[in-house]
């Protein structure tokens, strides 16, 4: 069989690739080496743990209701069938990857795909045997793994990556995270409302690195009334696990008397590292950089002719849309047209309560570039909506250039900052202004409102503050 464009992967970034390429006329197959289509994101990733983050939110909700005159009795958490609901969650999702396949006449192969030259890809079936394909170009979007805690083993029982985590068949008593990024607070968040006491050790001195720092420090004093524990600049250096209960041994980062703490599970979310193996890429020269990403120029093409990539397995954040982002460019751009992906207006969202939003430059990042900018923040306890909602937590930042007025930024903490984001994404796109932001009409009761709010800050003086 011989293709015009052979995906070897099908999550956000591989699916939506071929998905392109296929709509743009080229005769496309997608490999994948698991079950079912959807990668990381829809089986283990994305999909699975909002549906956890959802159930979790509603079961914390509802015994929260008095303040607005509800009364309800204690809820009872019934696991399996929030788990059900999770899988099926999941199944109807990757169902429809499947159904855009055949709809889109796109061949699925599932098996492991392995490069053996440019346009020749090997197929090696579960039962070990194995087809060659032909193709004319052929995109590499293997995602990414949980990267290893060195001396830690995991066993996906008490020892977990995200994929164990979402899939504890018991509330633990105490879960201890290891590493307070994204995976670590959203699952941390998830099994913390469903009654663990959870310990979240990071070796930095603060959580979400890379995200604002106003943002993460207000962020951290919401998850510490909310019930969390963090030992910041600290790091495990091992885990004992002869007794029942793990003992997970820590030091602080700089150096120090370890202490030994208990837990029933260890969730080891420390970062991904991208995923290569078994593709045979040394076999035909492809070039991995310094932290084993495939390399890839402005067109997403390796030093391979003809061998593209894209998603988590090259460089930039590792997010779903990013990936989708990058395999509609590329399939625009083997169609003949000019792909393209603004890496400055990728959000990215912590998916917890409140929700954690944000795009463009951090302040800190502003700072280490010498450029001149403006802030204006509008607090939600000062918008009507937000009270009416009980939802007062957080506040819009938003940073403009000091000369032009261009939004350079924009940091959410609130409740459904994760919808909210995207009038500040849009707005970049266009390279718009702080004042285009503050005279665009908002409707009124909305949480949005903060940010026109933050925008007149910024451009000239908010109204309600
Ligand atoms: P992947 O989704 O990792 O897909 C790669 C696919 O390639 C896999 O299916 C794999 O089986 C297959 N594969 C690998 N090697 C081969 C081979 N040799 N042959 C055939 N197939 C192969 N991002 C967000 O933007 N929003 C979120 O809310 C979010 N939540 C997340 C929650 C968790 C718990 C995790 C772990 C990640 C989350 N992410 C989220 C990140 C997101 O999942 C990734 O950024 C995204 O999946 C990357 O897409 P991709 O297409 O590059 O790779
Ligand atoms: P992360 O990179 O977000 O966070 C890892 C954290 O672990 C960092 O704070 C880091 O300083 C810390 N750390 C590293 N080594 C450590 C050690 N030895 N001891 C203690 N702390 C240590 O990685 P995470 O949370 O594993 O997520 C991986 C990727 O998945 C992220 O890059 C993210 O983009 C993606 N993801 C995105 C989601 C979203 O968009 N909502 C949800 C979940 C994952």
């Not at 940073?399 to 939004?407: F, G, H, S």
């Amino acid at each position: 069989m011989s293709y015009d464009l052979i995906v070897i992967g099908s999550g956000p970034g591989g699916y939506v690739c071929a998905i392109k390429a296929a709509q743009l006329g080229l005769k496309v197959a997608v490999v994948e080496k698991r079950a079912t289509y959807g990668g990381t994101c829809l089986n283990i990733g994305c999909i699975p743990s909002k549906a956890l983050l959802h159930a979790s939110e509603m079961f914390d909700e509802v015994g929260h209701l008095d303040a607005l005159g509800i009364k309800v009795a204690k809820p009872k958490l019934d696991l399996p069938v929030m788990l059900a609901h999770k899988d099926a969650t999941v199944k109807s999702n990757v169902d429809g990857v499947a159904y855009l396949f055949k709809k889109n006449k796109i061949d699925g192969h599932i098996g492991t795909g392995s490069i053996a030259a440019p346009g020749k890809v090997v197929v090696t079936k579960e039962d070990g045997t194995s087809e060659t394909l032909e193709t004319k170009a052929i995109v590499i979007a293997t995602g990414s793994d949980s990267a290893p805690l060195p001396g830690v083993t995991v066993d996906e029982q008490r020892i977990v990556t995200s994929t164990g985590a979402l899939e504890l068949t018991k509330v633990p008593g105490k879960l201890l995270v290891v590493g307070a990024g994204v995976i670590g607070l959203e699952l941390g968040s998830v099994w913390r409302r469903l009654g663990a006491e959870v310990t979240v050790v990071e070796y930095l001195d603060r959580i979400l690195p890379g995200m604002d720092g106003d943002v993460a420090k207000q962020f951290q004093r919401l998850l510490d009334k909310q019930g969390f524990a963090f030992k910041l600049g600290t790091k495990v250096t091992g885990v004992d696990t002869s007794g029942k209960t793990l003992k997970v041994t820590v030091e602080p980062a700089a150096g120090g008397a370890a202490e030994t703490l208990e837990a029933d599970v260890v969730l080891v979310s420390i970062g991904r590292r991208p995923f290569t193996e078994g593709l045979g890429l040394e076999g035909v020269g492809v070039e991995l950089d310094e932290r084993k990403r495939v390399k890839v120029d402005v067109h997403y093409q390796t030093n391979v002719a003809g061998i593209y990539a894209i998603g988590d397995v090259i460089a930039g954040p590792m997010l779903a849309h990013k990936a989708e982002d990058e395999g509609v460019a590329v399939a625009e751009i083997l169609a003949g047209q000019a792909g393209h992906v603004n890496y400055g207006a990728i959000p990215s969202v912590v998916y917890t309560s409140p929700e954690v939003a944000t795009v463009g430059a951090t302040e800190e990042e502003l700072k280490a570039a010498g450029i001149a900018y403006k802030v204006g923040k509008f607090p939600f306890s000062a918008n009507g909506r937000a009270r009416a909602m009980l939802a007062t937590d957080g506040f819009v930042k938003v940073l403009a250039d000091a000369t032009t007025d261009r939004l350079l930024g924009a940091h959410i903490v609130g409740k459904g900052a994760g919808e909210m984001i995207h009038e500040a994404v849009v707005l970049m796109e266009f390279a718009g202004s702080a004042e285009d932001l503050a005279r665009s009409t908002h409707a009124h009761p909305t949480m949005s409102e903060s940010i026109k709010e933050a925008a007149l800050a910024a451009w000239f003086k908010p109204i309600h503050m």
